[in-house]
């Protein structure tokens, strides 16, 4: 079974250019979540969708970020414009209905690099 | 005070011995938690759950003490691959218990 496909892998840019980050949750999961790691402060959540709608968007660090889920089997994180400091590692992570709260499906990652 | 907190390590072990890990938490309303694992630039998978009686899987032991506001993860007979690091995770309360408080993880190395 295919688990959660992110893309790019790696992606190196540099700043003011806009990102965007692309997300393939496991099919018939009906959350979806956005997560950046970094050394310094670890997983940090940025968003999450449940049913296509988002849930909770608090830790989205500032209006360059926005992320989009059109249907249940896609979402997009985009930043515009990029700043070095947004360099990390973003995650996508899906969940099954019913689901643990804490089981969760990682992607492989998205490793950000901004010049 | 930060709300997961854990030892970052590393914890160097020879193969065969048995280490365990903590983790606190500050929010007392916090409802569930979980140990994943996380290899070296890889993602975080999920290892266990933490139930309040305590779980068992294999040479894994889980256990939660609510009281003092920690859980832990022993690991016995450890093989070389276990080297990774432990993310300890906590629900949020039970209006938001999707959203999840990641410690920043121990690592692990178990040595031949």
């Known amino acids: 079974d295919a688990g959660v496909i992110q893309s790019p892998r790696h992606e190196v840019t540099e700043m003011g250019q806009e990102v965007t980050l692309r997300c393939k949750p496991i099919s018939g999961h009906n959350s979806l979540f956005w997560y950046r790691q970094t050394m310094m402060r670890g997983l940090e959540l940025l968003i999450y969708f449940n049913n296509n709608v988002p849930i909770d968007d608090s830790g989205m660090p500032e209006d360059r970020f926005s992320a989009k889920m059109p249907n249940a089997s896609f979402s997009t994180l985009k930043i515009q414009p990029s700043e070095p400091r947004d360099s990390a590692v973003y995650f996508c992570?899906?969940?099954?209905?019913?689901?643990?709260?804490?089981?969760?499906?990682f992607g492989e990652g998205s490793r950000l690099t901004v010049l | 005070r930060k709300e997961v907190e854990q030892d970052p390590g590393p914890f160097n072990v020879p193969e065969g011995a048995t280490v365990a890990f903590n983790c606190t938490y500050s929010?007392?309303?916090?409802?569930?938690f979980f140990w994943y694992r996380q290899d070296c630039r890889k993602e975080p998978k999920l290892l266990m759950s933490?139930?309040?009686?305590?779980n068992e899987d294999g040479r894994f032991t889980a256990q939660l003490n609510r009281a003092s506001q920690y859980i832990s993860l022993l690991i016995r007979d450890s093989k070389l691959s276990d080297s990774a690091t432990y993310l300890c995770v906590v629900s949020g309360n039970a209006g938001n218990n999707r959203k999840l408080i990641w410690g920043l993880g121990t690592s692990l190395a178990v040595n031949p």
């Open positions: 992570a899906s969940s099954p209905r019913g689901g643990q709260p804490g089981e969760l499906f």
């Open positions: 929010n007392s309303a916090s409802q569930s």
């Open positions: 933490v139930y309040s009686s305590g």
